[in-house]
Each structure stands twice: as C-alpha cells, then as structure tokens.
C-alpha cells in the first residue's frame, strides 16, 4: 500500500483540495480519490479556518468511499464533550466541557469558528456521531497514525475499554471528560501528548497568553531526557529551565518496529523528521502554515524528500 499522510486541516478546505490535487486526487463519484494510493488524516479537521463543514465534508466522502481512513484529534473530542450534556451535571446547562464562566468563554473562543456554522443546525448532530466514529490510533500492518503520541502502555490499557474500531463510546467520552480518571489521562495524552509539571518556580506563557506552569514534550525525542531538552515551548523560556532529568516513567519508549506519523504540534519552517521512524505533519495550516503530507511509499526509514505541502 501507498499512504499519503495529511497533517491538521483547521478548516481550511481551500488548502486540503489544492494539497490533494498536488497529489493526483481527483473528484470522482462524490469523493476525492487516487488510483494508486490511499490518504490518511490525523485530525483536527476543525476550528479556526474559514471553511470549517466543508473540511469535514471532503474528509468524511474519502472515508466513506474508501479512498482515506482517518484518526480522532483532540478538536474533534472537544466538539464532542462542548455538544454532551454532563450526566451528573447539576442542570441541562451543564456539558461535559463547560460553557460558562471564565473557562466557557475560553472553550466557546477555541470552538468559535466551528459552532458558527453548524450550532443550532442539525449539521452539529450530524458531524458529532460522525466524530464518534473515528478511531483513537490506527495499527496498519505498515505503519501507525496518532493524533498527538503513540503510547504502548496506555494504549494497552484503553483498548478493551474502546467501541468497535478503537472509537470512544458515549460512556467514554464522560469518563475521559473527568479528571483523574485513567480514560481521561489515556485520551488526553494520545490526542494532545504527554504533560509534565515544570520544576517549582518556572512558568510560561502560551500562544494566548495564559500562564502554564505544566509543558508538553518531545516524547519521540531520542537520546535526551531533561526539560531543557525536551519541552515544548517558546524560545528562549526553554533554554531558562534547568537541565534536570524528567522521570524515568515521564516519557514512553517507541518500539521502532514501524513509522509512526502524527499531527498536533504545529511545527513551523520547512517540513523535518522528528527521527528515523517519526514524522509530524502539522505545520500550521490553521495559522498561515501550509497544509502537509508525507507520501510514504513502503520505506522503514523515513525520508524528508517525501513531504509535501500547500504554498
């Protein structure tokens, strides 16, 4: 088989049909289709961009004709538990991801785009069961697609849990809405990736100027293991953290036994391996960045000739 690997849409459809059409899909028969080839998208089709049903859309006719198959993002968990009234919630008001006070302003700000053109509509239930029937992770005999982080242990641990095709249940979704439950840490860490606290005294701010105080890391990263290393944050705060080692459990050991390909991180510059068998697709498309793939053709190792991308 012949993969092509697409990285976070963000609802930029104008971007996935020209990415598409660099590759040699046409439109046949309601759906975007290769002769040779089948692609494969790690998520996060929403929010953000201009076209927000429309990404969707193209997505969901490749998958339904065969022509793609694709994994859930944390987005697409986050449309779902915003649309899920909360089981034990005080009220009908109350969702699985709140939508009042401080934190709902924050939730509904992210979600914005996407909820403007389908809250109300019976297009919001619509692509809510639709998300619900993609998969956590794909095992192909070839290679392996995640959101966020291939993690063996947990999951190890989530997969007798899991619907038919490695899908969250309803069930699911309320328990990986809880805190401190082992679903939500599970589902967290694979469509979002692995977060540590920093040691006391340090701190950042994000992209939207709230203070962290916990990082995400380089978990595919080889040979390193201390939080100067392996971080995930702006330039030059990472360099201010001490060169301490993280704990031995912090980070998972990828067997190597196949590519694993991945989205989320938002990557910039031109498109680079994170390692032999590693490559993140996501560079951005949602703020400017291109839309990128990985056209893998049966290769072991990975070869950064292999990406391509929207101008």
């Known amino acids: ?3 092509d690997i697409v990285g976070d849409i963000h609802g930029q459809a104008d971007k996935l049909e020209a990415l598409l059409e660099t590759m040699g ?3 046949k028969a309601g759906a975007y289709r290769h002769p040779s080839r089948t692609a494969i998208f790690v998520g996060d089709f929403i929010d953000r961009g201009p076209r927000q049903v429309d990404s969707c859309r193209l997505v969901r006719e490749m998958v339904d004709a065969g022509s793609a198959q694709a994994v859930m993002g944390n987005h697409e968990f986050n449309a779902v538990a915003w649309f899920m009234q909360d089981p034990e919630g005080e009220s009908a008001e109350h969702y699985l991801r709140p939508r009042h006070g401080e934190k709902g302003n924050k939730n509904r700000h992210q979600h914005q785009a996407f909820l403007a053109e389908v809250e109300g509509t019976p297009m919001h239930q619509e692509l809510i069961d639709w998300f619900l029937t993609l998969p956590l ?5 070839e290679l392996r697609v995640v959101h966020a982080c291939w993690h063996d242990g947990l999951m190890s ?3 007798p849990l899991l619907g038919p095709g490695r899908t969250l249940t309803p069930e699911l979704i309320v328990r990986a809405s809880r805190q401190g ?3 939500f840490e599970a589902v967290e860490t694979l469509t979002k990736g692995i977060e540590v606290p920093l040691p006391d005294g340090h701190f950042f701010h994000d992209k939207d100027g709230h203070e962290r105080r916990n990082v995400r890391i380089r978990w595919w990263e080889e040979g390193s293991d201390t939080y100067r290393d392996l971080a995930i944050m702006p330039e030059p705060e990472r360099q201010n953290l001490p060169d301490l080692p993280l704990s031995a459990k912090a980070k998972p050991v990828y067997d190597k036994s196949k590519p694993v390909f991945y989205g989320h991180y938002w990557m910039q510059g031109d498109p680079v391996l994170q390692g032999s068998h590693f ?3 996501d560079y951005s498309a949602g703020k400017g960045g291109p839309l990128v793939a990985y056209r893998w053709d049966g290769e072991e190792k990975l070869d950064p000739r292999r990406f391509v991308g929207t101008a």
């Open 137 to 141: 992770w794909l095992e192909l005999p």
């Open 157 to 159: 641990s989530l997969a």
């Open 181 to 183: 439950d082992p679903v």
């Open 279 to 281: 490559a993140c697709v």
């Open 1 to 3: 088989m012949a993969y």
């Open 25 to 27: 899909y046409q439109r």
